[in-house]
Structures are given as C-alpha cells and as structure tokens.
C-alpha cells in the first residue's frame, strides 16, 4: 500500500474542517497525475498542537474524521514522534515518560471509541538517528530507543487492544554502520 504521513500542521486542520476530507480523498485516490497507485493508509499525526490535543479536546471530530476515512476503506494509524518538543527525545531515557504518555493517549482514546472510530495502528516516528549523540555516544541512544519500544509495547500488550504497532524506519537504517550490530537483552539487534 501507499501510504502517507499527515504532520500536526495540516492534520489539525483536517480534523477541524470536515470539507478538507474531500481534497485529502481526491488526492489520495488520484492515479491518474503520477502515474501511482492510491494512497490507502493515512499516518495523521495527534500529537499535541498550539496548546491543543485532538486526542483528548477534539475526541468526537477525530471520531468522526477515523470512521469517515475507514468508511472510505482508509487505514489511519496515529502518527507520534515521542512526546517531547522538539520532536525524538523519547528514544532517551529521561524522556520515557512522555513517550509512554503520548502511546498511551492513543490506547486510552481507543478503548473509549467505537471500532469503526478506532486507529488501525501506531506509526512511531521517533528518529533516533537524528539526534546528536547516535553515533558519538553508541550503543547509548540505540539501547535507550529500543527499551522506549519495548516499553509502548508492554503498555500496548496491558491494554488488550489488537493494535498494530510500527517504528518508521528509513531504508537505509539496515546498513548504517551506526545501526547495526547493538546488544540488547541478549541478543544482537
């Protein structure tokens, strides 16, 4: 599938103005322009904006905008970065807190929604190759990520819910030299 990552500053607009829905669909399902398969999932972004979180002050208009794009045959993921501004410090230790904070939002608004308002799944795009130490300070920031993910889903498993759950990770990750070979939990990640 084609997917497609809508950050806080347009998603925050799509929730709030249902007639964007139409633009957002056209787009999507164009094949025509480039030649491309339809866009079929939507990452939308609900982390917190100007003071605002849809996940909790804007619940009925996500709601509404989740059913309106499954009704559509769209799959929406929550899209979070990990809980801190600027966006990636969750994959440090002293930031889990918020990180397992802006998961748990996504839990908590599913388990008080109806299944056809629901997220199908999170998108964790937490770079932790972008922050200044990954490779000064390896395997630091590595293990750090990597118990940030094994603490979602922990958090994801208490829950109950079948929630898909996916760190966004560049295609290039694999074969970076600063990736690969971190001991973690006895083995080699």
Known sequence: DRAMWIWENESYPLIMNPGSRNVLDAMASDTSTFGQRPIRTLYLAVGKY??????????PEVRDF????????????ALIAGGTTPPYFGAYARYRTQAVAEFEGILNYNLSSDPRERFDGVNIDTEP??????????????????DMLKALMDRKQASGLNLQVGAAIPRWFDTSVDASSISWNGSVK
Request: aromatic share 16%; net charge positive; proline share 2%.
């Open 50 to 59: 100007f003071g605002m979180s849809m996940l909790e002050d804007k619940r």
């Open 66 to 77: 989740v059913g309106w794009a499954h009704d559509k045959g769209y799959q929406v993921q």
């Open 129 to 146: 190759y972008s922050l200044g130490d990954f490779k000064s300070a390896k395997p630091s920031v590595q293990v750090q990520y990597l």
